[in-house]
């Protein structure tokens, strides 16, 4: 039934990304994904789709990269609803199959899930689906004198690892089970080990990036309150993400009270089930099977908590010191994108909810009854959260033109517009280019964000200096001393003196490419850096292989 229920919900969410690309926001699907330096990310830039870009240009050679995607984020929602529902099996099994279903519908349909997607951070979700497994392993490897709980464990480390955030969550989750489970000091540092292995990918990339440490900015990233909540409440309900704009409709508007109300009703019931049920030992003290609900409870209430702080003006200034100082404080930018660590307790509580219903009415009318109150919130989660998640059509002119250019024959791309952000005709919503990761050869791009009116991550460098090149008209003779050999127009009029001075050799319905010739060659990793990108890949897929392996096992033991 747990298998069952987490299908149809993910079904009923996903079903619109089938049959064609995700070009949405921050999602961008395309045929097939470029195998450039960027994608290894040792061009340089910050590591944001390490190795995510890498895995699905390896991929995309054997499955188209629309399919791979829609994939990848089914089986991302799928898995949350599968692994948080065997969490409570586990932790809370009172409350039977009932409360693990219930907890794989909060698991899957939450506001966390339903902005993550608006925002296009569907790699994002495959770290949150790891969560709940994660905690099962740690768990095992405290019981256990068994090398496969550790191994499976630095499996999830690698599929969390498929974005930087993902990996920092899994660690996170991780180190706070291990405080209940107590897996001893050599499986622990084993652990750390695989974890750092796991992270190698992006770790390297950071290593070899040349771009700016960002010093400000944080405001504009900020937890966002919603209507009648303020930021506690807004961060209580799971939501609040910093874009206005990539929010479910029912989360504008005073529903939102509403479903957060209905939603912590139940959560707090299901803690007081859950505190309430722990029996003392001879000793006094709770059985130590009520550990692991306790520190996931605790790490639930400092995330939001937290959360909520960094929405404060000293919580702000704050964050813009650690971004100003610290390296990679970045990744902690987007301070909500972490109230995924407090998912596991609310399907802990959630199921526990269903077990005190139970009391009263058969288990199926308790699941029913429970999972009601968690879907009927949100209703606009559905069908690809309200049909805005969908997949389109990339016009035939982008693989034109990528065929044109193949590896750039030593010279940069440039785009045109610089923004980063685009309204394109065919996306029907706002999204970033695709043509990034369908050149092979490298691509300049400005990076710039706009949040709210204020330019935030401007580049530096060589990049700002190509940047402005094209913003006074893009003098052909400077952007070739820039080592620009190919100048994309995307669906606006090119730069006067680009146009006036350069080749066009494709013109399309949504694309002009302007080829200049004399390029200076453009800038390339070192053989060092290659190789430890290509060597941390390695190890990453060795770890997933691993760990895979292990979980089947592991099921043919059962």
Known sequence: MLYLVSALLTALICGPLYGGHLVYRDAVAVPQFSLSAAAFGVDGSAPRAVPQDAVLGLASRIVDGGWLVALLTTAAVFGAGVGFGRL????????????????????????????????????????YATLGPIVLAVLDLGDRRSWRPAVLLVGLFAAAGFTPTGSILALTIAGVTAIAARPGLRASLACGVGWVVTASPWLVAAAVSDASQSSSGASAFTLRAEPGLGPLGTAAGLGGIWNADAVPASRTT?????????????????????????????????????????????????????VTAFATGPGVAVMDALLAHVPGAGLLRDSQKYLALAVPFASLAVAAAVGALRRWVPGGFAAAAIGLLMLAPLPDLAWGVGGQIRSVTIPTDYTQVAD????????????????????????????????????????????TLVVDGESLDAPSGRTADIVAVLDEGGDPTRLARLGVGWVVSEEADPPALLAAGADEVVTGDHLRLFHISGAEPAPSPSAAAWAAAIFALALW??????????????????
């Open 404 to 447: 044109v250019i193949g590896d750039g024959g030593g010279g940069s791309v440039a785009l045109w517009p610089t923004a980063t952000v685009r309204s394109l005709s065919w996306t029907g919503g706002p999204s970033l280019s695709p043509l990034p990761r369908m050149i092979d050869a490298p691509v300049v791009v400005d990076g």
């Open 88 to 127: 409570a099996r586990r932790l809370v099994p009172q409350a039977g199959a009932a409360g693990a279903v219930a907890a794989a519908a909060v698991g899957i349909w939450n506001p966390f899930v339903a902005e993550r997607l608006l925002q296009g951070h569907w790699s994002l979700l495959i770290g």
């Open 254 to 306: 005073w529903w939102a009270v509403v479903a957060t109300v209905v939603f912590l009703a139940v959560i707090v019931a299901g803690s007081v089930r859950l505190f309430a049920s722990a029996e003392p030992t001879r000793s006094g003290e709770r059985t130590r099977s009520r550990d692991p609900v306790l520190v996931l409870a605790v790490l639930a209430l400092v995330v939001v908590v937290l």
């Open 541 to 558: 897929f060795v770890a997933l292989a691993a760990g895979a392996l292990a979980c089947v096992r592991r099921s043919r033991a059962a």
